[in-house]
């Protein structure tokens, strides 16, 4: 690019974030601050998610996903009844949300891939070069931007199709995900060097294949979360294994899983540290033990207790998988990092009561637990979301301890509201929450490789419809162009991008 044009350009890019700058009065922060700075390496980032903000939903031969039949035959379940069959219009208009994380000024862009636009029926036989064709626009112009592409390889939205012969509680899903993988690493590997196979297992399983509430409906709970569970593993660890075998020498990229748990707080003083071991095991070490534990498999005490209830039940096995000793070996060590979500934290007790075998097992059931809040933590527009940013730091702290500090890389962390421009809860939210982070890589020496803000633009909300916004950027959803605007936030976040740093405090001039 040459000088005038470079010029010309980074006009462009900072003229909207002047009105915000009126807004906004960042005190920097305290102590020295030269120390307390993110090092050079960390990398920041934001995210979405192909089914909450493309569109394009039959457009160039994309089939179906489990969310388009959610969408379309169950309208009732969502929050107005909205879907993403247009969204945010990212599938004709992705230029716009790559202009919007250059002017926060982000280093890279996690975005996912849906499976349904390039292999609709989940394997070779419906290849659709449109869909390819995209992701490879989409990859170029981010590159073009120098900004580095992350990509989520599915990010609940399975193919109908493949949905339709079990999903991922059927092992024949570890062979449909392996060869999707191929068709990722074969078309995109030159340029995508992160990939994340899964986004946040514990709630596709345990919503989509347990309680069946979220898509892709399906209720078996009790039995449906842990199949998903077993076979997200597997197919995680065999799309790391093909590309040990077949790219990494070549691409040199890295591989990992994103994973979401809450951190707990004792509920009283009662509570003793093996309530909170409990929780975090049935959350997070669900699939952080088979990956990142000395020695694998399932966390112990989830072997013990489901294996206990389901005797309890009159069964002749385990509603948890058996882990065979090669899936065993298959799955640990089986990430070059740990994608993590974090949103929020719960105080925890353990439930007194005697296990029941009168009402339907589940997760919970087997968990035995109650999970609670602190009447002074703030919540957010979603029902689920308070604002613990301690809980941030606290759950770092565990991976270390728990791990042996392995590379951990936030792959999301962010706040609803209803979508105002001046969204100044949502940038205490940050402001807190990095702060915490700071002092986790600072202080504590956890190995923390990135942050990633959800959402760089508002999107589809999944059952919340368009109800609940995460953006840094608002989406005009009444306007057929969805013009995106940038909100406070964003501009927030451009300062701690260029400083390094965590303003001490925010205040707000409105
Ligand atoms: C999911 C996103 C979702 C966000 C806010 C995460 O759990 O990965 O798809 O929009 O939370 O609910």
Same mark, same amino acid.
């Given at each position: 690019?040459?000088?005038?044009?470079? +010029?010309?350009?980074?006009?462009?890019?900072? +003229?909207?974030?002047?009105?915000?700058?009126?807004?906004?009065?960042?005190?920097? +922060? @305290?102590?020295?601050? =030269?120390?307390?700075?993110?090092? =050079?390496?960390?990398?920041?980032?934001?995210?979405? $998610?192909?089914?909450?903000?493309?569109?394009?939903?039959?457009?160039?031969?994309?089939?179906?996903?489990?969310?388009d039949t959610l969408t379309h035959d169950y309208p009732e379940l969502v929050v107005n009844r909205d879907n993403g069959d247009v969204a945010a219009d990212s599938y004709h208009r992705f230029r716009e949300d790559i202009k919007a994380l250059q002017e926060v000024g982000f280093n890279f862009y996690r975005f996912s891939i849906s499976w349904a636009r390039i292999l609709p029926e989940g394997d070779l036989s419906s290849l659709k070069q449109a869909g390819i064709d995209y992701y490879n626009k989409l990859i170029d112009a981010l590159i073009e931007a120098g900004i580095e592409p992350v990509v989520t390889m599915v990010h609940y939205d399975l193919p109908q199709y493949v949905q339709n012969l079990g999903g991922l509680a059927s092992p024949l899903f570890v062979k449909y995900f392996k060869i999707y993988a191929n068709t990722l690493f074969r078309n995109y590997g030159d340029r995508v060097k992160m990939w994340i196979t899964h986004n946040e297992p514990f709630d596709f399983c345990v919503e989509g294949y347990g309680s069946g509430i979220d898509g892709p409906l399906v209720r078996a709970s009790g039995v449906g979360e842990y199949l998903c569970g077993h076979y997200t593993l597997l197919s995680h660890a065999a799309a790391y294994h093909l590309y040990d075998q077949r790219y990494r020498k070549e691409?040199?990229?890295?591989?990992?899983?994103?994973?979401?748990?809450?951190?707990?707080?004792?509920?009283?003083?009662?509570?003793?540290?093996?309530?909170?071991?409990?929780?975090?095991?049935?959350?997070?070490?669900?699939?952080?033990?088979?990956?990142?534990?000395?020695?694998?498999?399932?966390?112990?005490? &989830?072997?013990? /207790?489901?294996? /206990?209830? @389901?005797?309890?039940?009159?069964?002749?096995? @385990?509603?948890?998988?058996? &882990?065979? =000793?090669?899936?065993?070996?298959?799955?640990?060590?089986? $990430?070059?990092?740990?994608?993590?979500?974090?949103?929020?934290?719960?105080?925890?007790?353990? /439930?007194?009561?005697?296990?029941?075998?009168?009402?339907?097992?589940?997760?919970?059931k087997d968990a035995g637990l109650i999970y609670s809040v602190k009447p002074s933590w703030k919540r957010a527009k979603s029902s689920w979301l308070y604002v613990v940013p301690e809980g941030l730091r606290g759950i770092l702290n565990w991976f270390k301890e728990e791990y042996n500090n392995p590379l951990v890389f936030i792959t999301e962390n962010g706040f609803s509201d209803d979508g105002q421009l001046e969204d100044h809860d949502r940038v205490e939210y940050y402001r807190a929450h990095l702060e915490q982070l700071l002092g986790a890589i600072l202080d504590d020496e956890c190995s923390v490789m990135g942050f990633t803000a959800w959402s760089i633009i508002d999107n589809f909300e999944w059952l919340r419809g368009y109800s609940e916004k995460f953006g840094l950027y608002h989406v005009n959803y009444s306007s057929p162009t969805r013009e995106r605007t940038p909100k406070l936030s964003s501009k927030f976040i451009h300062e701690v991008i260029q400083s390094r740093q965590v303003p001490s405090n925010v205040i707000s001039r409105g």
């Open positions: 690019m040459n000088w005038v044009k470079f +010029v010309v350009l980074l006009a462009l890019l900072l +003229v909207p974030l002047i009105d915000c700058a009126k807004l906004i009065e960042v005190t920097p +922060v @305290s102590g020295n601050a =030269e120390e307390r700075r993110f090092p =050079e390496w960390f990398k920041f980032g934001a995210a979405t $998610a192909a089914y909450q903000i493309e569109g394009g939903w039959n457009e160039d031969g994309r089939g179906a996903s489990v969310w691409q040199g990229g890295s591989i990992g899983i994103t994973l979401s748990g809450r951190f707990f707080f004792p509920a009283s003083n009662e509570t003793v540290p093996s309530v909170i071991d409990r929780a975090l095991q049935y959350q997070l070490g669900w699939f952080t033990h088979p990956l990142f534990s000395e020695s694998g498999g399932y966390p112990p005490i &989830m072997i013990e /207790d489901i294996a /206990d209830h @389901s005797l309890l039940e009159g069964r002749t096995m @385990s509603r948890l998988p058996e &882990m065979s =000793e090669r899936e065993r070996k298959l799955i640990k060590g089986s $990430a070059d990092f740990l994608g993590y979500n974090y949103y929020s934290s719960r105080l925890v007790e353990r /439930d007194p009561r005697e296990y029941d075998i009168g009402s339907p097992p589940s997760l919970d």
